[in-house]
């Protein structure tokens, strides 16, 4: 395996594998994507409870697992930096921490809209809702961090730390707040437990999902190449580059 | 104490230790501020809330927990400071010891010199909030054992921001999210006193935490010194 990755440590070839992949993640993400809406906005059942408004499920549960999965992806990106040295993968921090915080931020966006017509408030103290908003906290701290450096290899190191800090107090912080909630509240029935699903619903939600997890890769992989020129801006084979761009 | 180049660990333990509590004392203010931080905070609650004695008493371990928590973060900033500047920070790393054991002397001074002094002025301020005289035993423990966690996991953000110029701010946006779990913890304990019922499990959880911060965020100060030292 790692006489496969071995080219991959290198800039120059890293930067051209994302530039020959973003092209089918872009297009599997948009197709996917147009079916998964289209299919579970206008065709799939609506909830025999909620109605309608159960759609917006559609795009609250992709983006909430994929702001979790992201945290993960960067944190085993910052484990990897840290264990073999390899700068790419502070690049692939700086690359994910923004999406990751504009993931975490759709699925609090559309919780609080999901809630209010079904609970009848935007925001309750739940024990997710409230591990949600420490996630975002957490890449906020990640993004701002690696702004503060003016060094660009500082400031991957930095918020690899820090990523790796956070992602093993992630958990502690899930099962306090998760302990603290029903100290606090008593033995509610939890408000988002989800109802078994029937099929018809679960498959344009799959669908949509896969969307969604295509979407990520693509800005990720765009993102991704930026911080690479940005952070070999002094090389021949950026220069060379800019130069073929510019004719 | 020291018999030609060679330091037994526990004697660089204690000389990193007494050095920093001896250039702390010899400027007080920096000791006393983050205490005098914490008492105006918390004298501001009751002036916002009201004086009514059952509301502060509900309310109480949360004002003790998170003026405790800004206290401790007023001061982080210094944990570290003079050293960078100085270059006594640099050398304490290229030095042949391990780095364990003065970064752990240095929390540890820290911790005296801010966590202790928290601990003692609690009592005074939990009975000006009427806190039922019940939750001062455990108004104590879950100081004593969770204000060395905020200094521990505290002062990997500092040592992130040292070298920063404007580090104080990214300090606080960095290291709060990740003082959540002691601060429910604590404040379920000092809860649950008041009541009456045991509170010995959270206490548990928070020594457990305590245990976790002591033996593993050495390691993450010392990745974060060698960053910011570059």
Request: include cysteine; hydrophobic fraction near 55%; charge should be neutral.
């Amino acid at each position: 395996m790692w006489k496969w990755l071995h080219p991959y440590a290198n800039p120059e070839t890293t930067y051209h594998l994302s530039d020959r992949v973003i092209p089918w993640f872009g297009w599997l993400s948009g197709s996917l994507l147009t079916i998964g809406l289209v299919w579970a906005l206008l065709f799939a059942p609506a909830d025999y409870q909620q109605g309608d408004s159960f759609r917006i499920f559609y795009l609250h549960v992709p983006a909430a697992s994929l702001s979790m999965g992201i945290y993960l992806g960067m944190a085993i990106a910052a484990l990897c930096g840290m264990v073999w040295q390899l700068k790419l993968s502070d690049a692939a921090v700086a690359a994910l921490a923004p999406v990751g915080a504009v993931f975490t931020a759709i699925a609090l966006f559309t919780g609080a809209a999901w809630g209010k017509p079904m609970w009848g408030t935007w925001w309750v103290w739940d024990a997710r809702l409230t591990s949600e908003l420490v996630l975002l906290f957490l890449y906020l701290g990640v993004i701002a961090i690696n702004n503060a450096f003016e060094d660009k290899q500082m400031a991957g190191k930095a918020a690899s730390i820090i990523a790796l800090v956070g992602v093993i107090n992630l958990p502690i912080i899930k099962y306090s707040v998760e302990w603290w909630n029903t100290l606090h509240q008593g033995a509610t029935v939890s408000k988002l437990g989800k109802p078994a699903m029937s099929l018809e619903m679960f498959w344009p939600f799959v669908v949509c999902f896969l969307g969604f997890a295509f979407f990520v890769a693509t800005v990720t992989c765009i993102r991704f190449k930026t911080e690479i020129l940005l952070r070999n801006s002094s090389r021949p084979w950026v220069k060379n580059l800019m130069l073929e761009q510019a004719e | 104490m020291e018999q030609g180049n060679v330091l037994s660990y526990f004697n660089l333990f204690k000389l990193v230790l007494s050095r920093d509590l001896k250039i702390a004392l010899r400027h007080r203010d920096d000791v006393l501020n983050p205490l005098l931080f914490f008492i105006i905070i918390i004298t501001l609650f009751p002036l916002g809330i009201g004086p009514e004695p059952q509301t502060l008493a509900k309310i109480a371990p949360g004002i003790i927990w998170v003026s405790a928590l800004l206290a401790t973060l007023l001061s982080l900033d210094r944990m570290f400071k003079s050293d960078y500047q100085d270059g006594a920070l640099e050398q304490l790393l290229l030095s042949p010891y391990p780095s364990f054991i003065w970064v752990l002397a240095k929390v540890i001074a820290h911790w005296i010199l801010t966590g202790i002094p928290l601990i003692i002025i609690a009592p005074v301020l939990a009975a000006m909030l009427n806190l039922p005289a019940e939750s001062f035993l455990a108004t104590f423990w879950t100081l004593l054992l969770g204000t060395p966690v905020l200094s521990f996991i505290g002062a990997i953000g500092a040592a992130l921001t040292v070298g920063l110029k404007k580090g104080g701010v990214l300090l606080s946006l960095i290291i709060l999210p990740l003082y959540i779990p002691v601060l429910i913890f604590a404040t379920s304990a000092i809860d649950a006193a008041s009541y009456g019922l045991p509170y010995g499990g959270q206490l548990a959880i928070i020594g457990a935490l305590l245990v976790g911060a002591l033996t593993l965020t050495p390691f993450a100060i010392t990745s974060a010194l060698k960053v910011s030292t570059n």
